[in-house]
């Protein structure tokens, strides 16, 4: 197992650590090696793509928005940049995590938006080959929920899912002017 070096941002008001470097990418073939931060959510453990990830930083206080998807806990101001935070808990179906400081947001790059994933713990930062991830097998816990896991790795006992963050958030778009998920508009007037 080898960890991605991290040093502590200096940029003002960071209170989070950043990837120094992000030179590997997700493994395509056979011994390629990709690196992979891995969070807990409750007793699970799940990893995403390093290259995803923009920062990791403590937890602070989110604002309140009205009419917010249920799993979308507010806004914070990242240097200059609004950013929702979305409760993984709640996005996974286990309900909104009551924030304490010692839970993490992840913050991940996605298309050109940049969001905070609550969670309640960073594991670890690994680096594996793409012949240890094996496929998720076929199971009863719908179509909708399977698209956005990507692959199955274990290391050291434990059982890593891997997930797909562009298929995670795809086709949702949070309106910040409007706090509301969203829509299309039409040009009928």
Not at 26 to 40: A, D, H, K
Not at 65 to 90: C, S, Y
Request: hydrophobic residues 35%; charged residues 20%.
């Amino acid at each position: 197992m080898n960890a991605c070096n991290l040093q502590p941002s200096n940029a003002p008001g960071n209170r989070g650590l950043m990837p120094t470097e992000r030179t590997d990418q997700l493994p395509t073939t056979g011994s390629e090696l990709g690196q992979f931060i891995t969070f807990t959510v409750g007793n699970e453990e799940y990893g995403v793509s390093i290259l995803a990830v923009r920062e990791i930083r403590g937890w602070t206080q989110e604002n309140k928005l009205p009419n917010l998807p249920p799993h979308v806990r507010g806004i914070i101001n990242l240097r200059g940049t609004i950013i929702p935070i979305l409760d993984m808990r709640a996005r996974f179906g286990g309900g909104m995590t009551e924030a304490t400081k010692t839970h993490v947001v992840v913050v991940i790059q996605v298309a050109e938006t940049a969001r905070g994933l609550l969670v309640d713990a960073i594991s670890d930062i690994l680096t594996i080959s793409r012949d240890q991830i094996k496929p998720v097998p076929a199971m009863e816990i719908g179509e909708t929920q399977a698209k956005y896991l990507t692959g199955l790795f274990t290391i050291e006992q434990r059982m890593v899912t891997l997930l797909d963050v562009e298929r995670l958030f795809s086709g949702e778009s949070i309106n910040l002017d409007h706090g509301k998920p969203h829509e299309e508009e039409s040009d009928d007037g």
